[in-house]
């Protein structure tokens, strides 16, 4: 029979005696390293918390009561969400308007900015003037340009239904008819393209010159160029001003409402009433249906239902593109 050894019992509590012993230390440090990170992170705690963390309770909460502003919160369930969906005759004519805008005024801001992008890059001679030229409408404000605009468009007086009138063209009625209004504000947004000509001029000069003159030498044509070498290298970019361009958008507000007060005739003063969306609620957006059930029909809860399917939104939209990035970036990215 083989002797059983017996270990000594000092031999077996002897490491985890010293553990033990060195565990206040220990921990005392992982506090301090705790409270240090928390230290570091405290702005962004502090900004997310107050900014939107709270916000956001408190709009899912709202959303389920009935409440002005001034009187107490009275719980009603889920009546503000069957009003929006169901009664309130504003919301979805703004959501298809909203991803109107979304789908033809994104798209076409992205291909126009990167375009003119192109365009200034090869420009050797007073690229710096043209640069200034096509920026300078992105610094206008956006009230004066976006008036200044519907008055350029004026059906009766404006200027270019004049010029198209001397051409024998009969032109739009463009800002009052519901058909063009949209339309409009989308010359409206390219106009103002020099954002975006900025961001894709940088990124098409960080283009390494070495693969153009690659692409030469296997006899690449323009659009293979482009396809093959530009593209890929601008890709990064290019999935940013769809993501930003798409939240800006779902953002769109004065614009639009400019737009519908001055060519309908109602630019201001007090006692004048204006619907908004005008005309037939082609320039209606989800904002604009924020504010007038928030702080014209003081429907807070109403608002807050609103804002939620925004917030939503904003999130599906995002991701959809985040998670089909490589759509827009090569495999390298």
């Given at each position: ?30 506090r301090r390293q705790t409270l240090r990170t928390l230290g570091f992170l405290s702005p962004w ?57 979304i789908a033809v005024m994104v798209t076409l801001r992205v291909v126009f900015g990167l375009g ?54 009969s032109g739009p009625q463009w800002f009052n008819d519901a058909a063009w209004a949209k339309p ?150």
């Open positions: 029979m083989t002797p059983t050894r017996t270990v000594p019992e000092s031999g077996r509590r002897g490491p985890a005696v010293r553990a033990g012993r060195r565990d206040p230390a220990l921990r005392a440090k992982q705690l502090i900004g997310f918390s107050v900014f939107f963390a709270y916000p956001l309770i408190a709009t899912v909460y709202f959303s389920f009561m009935k409440y002005d502003g001034f009187g107490a919160p009275v719980y009603v369930g889920l009546k503000n969400w069957s009003y929006v969906f169901r009664d309130n005759p504003f919301f979805w004519p703004a959501l298809a308007n909203m991803l109107w805008l003119i992008g192109l365009l200034v890059t090869r420009i050797k001679t007073g690229a710096g003037i043209f640069r200034t030229l096509f920026y300078l409408p992105y610094l206008a404000p956006p009230v004066a340009a976006t008036m200044a605009f519907v008055f350029l468009l004026n059906p009766g007086t404006g200027p270019v239904n004049t010029v198209l009138d001397t051409l024998g063209i409009s504000l989308t010359i409206l947004a390219l106009w103002g393209i020099g954002d975006l000509m900025v961001i894709f001029m940088a990124s098409l000069l960080d283009v390494p010159k070495e693969q153009y003159e690659a692409a030469d030498l296997d006899g690449a044509n323009t659009w293979h160029r482009f396809r093959y070498v530009t593209l890929p290298n601008i890709s990064p970019i290019v999935l940013f001003a769809v993501i930003t361009g798409v939240i800006a958008t779902m953002q769109y507000y004065t614009e639009p409402l400019v737009a519908a007060k001055v060519a309908s005739g109602v630019i201001g003063g007090s006692g004048q009433h204006f619907e908004p969306g005008y005309p037939d609620k082609s320039t209606l957006t989800v904002p604009q249906v924020i504010y007038n059930l928030g702080f014209q029909r003081f429907d807070t809860g109403a608002a807050c239902v609103v804002a939620l399917v925004l917030f939503a939104l904003a999130m599906v939209f995002t991701t959809f593109l985040m998670r089909r990035r490589s759509g827009f970036m090569s495999a390298e990215d």
